[in-house]
C-alpha cells in the first residue's frame, strides 16, 4: 500500500472518529452545565468577579504547594481563586471533549502531511496532538492544588472580616 491510500484509509478515519468524540463530549459538558445551572449571564457576571491576575499572583505559593497563607486576608483572597479554578475545571466533558477534537485535528494534519498534500502542517498536527494529550493531565493537576489549597486555608480564611470578593463596580460608558 502506497503512502497516500494509508493516510486515506487509516490516519483519516481514526481523525474523524476522534473530531466525533470530541463533538460527542462537548455536547456532553454543555448539557453538564445546564444541568447545574451554568449558562446565561449569571454565569458571566461570576466570571466578571472572579480574582484577576494581579490577585492571583499573590496567592500563587499557597495554590502552587498547597500551603496555609500567613494572614486571614491572603487565605480568603487564596479561597476565593481555588474555587474559581475549581468551578473552571470541573466538568468532567470539557477538557477532555476539547482534547479528543484536537487530537482528531493534529491526526489529519499529520495524515494530510504523510499522504503529500501538505507537508508543511506536520508540526501544527504534532505540536495539537501534544497539547491534546497533556490537557487532562494539566486540568486534573490544577484541581488537586486548588482543592488541597481549598482544604489547608478555608479555617483561616473564615476569620476574615472584610469584604466578601465583590464585583468591582464598572466604570460608566464614556460618550461620544
Known amino acids: ?18 473530531q466525533t468524540a470530541g463533538l460527542v463530549h462537548l455536547i456532553l459538558a454543555v448539557l453538564w452545565n445546564r444541568r447545574r445551572g451554568r449558562y446565561g449571564w449569571s454565569e458571566r457576571a461570576r466570571w466578571l ?10 496567592v500563587r505559593p499557597y495554590l502552587r504547594d498547597g500551603a496555609t497563607a500567613p494572614d486571614p486576608e491572603l487565605a480568603h483572597l487564596t479561597v476565593r ?18 482534547s479528543l477534537a484536537a487530537m482528531g485535528i493534529g491526526l489529519f494534519a499529520v495524515g494530510q502531511a504523510y499522504s503529500g ?3 508543511h502542517i506536520l508540526w501544527l498536527g504534532l505540536v495539537l496532538f501534544t497539547l491534546a494529550t497533556t490537557a ?3 486540568r486534573r493537576s ?15 480564611a473564615s476569620q476574615y472580616d472584610g469584604p466578601v470578593g465583590e464585583p468591582p463596580q464598572q466604570a460608566a460608558p464614556r460618550e461620544r
Open 117 to 119: 498534500h501538505a507537508p
Open 142 to 156: 490544577v484541581l488537586d492544588r486548588a482543592e488541597r489549597a481549598l482544604e489547608t486555608n478555608r479555617d483561616l
Open 49 to 58: 468577579s472572579a480574582p484577576g491576575s494581579a490577585e492571583t499572583s499573590r
Open 136 to 138: 487532562p493531565l494539566y
Open 1 to 18: 500500500m502506497s503512502d497516500p491510500q494509508f493516510s486515506a484509509f487509516v490516519l483519516q478515519p481514526i481523525a474523524l472518529l476522534l
Open 81 to 98: 481563586v481555588a474555587e474559581h479554578r475549581v468551578r473552571q475545571f470541573e466538568n468532567p466533558w470539557q477538557v477532555t471533549g476539547a
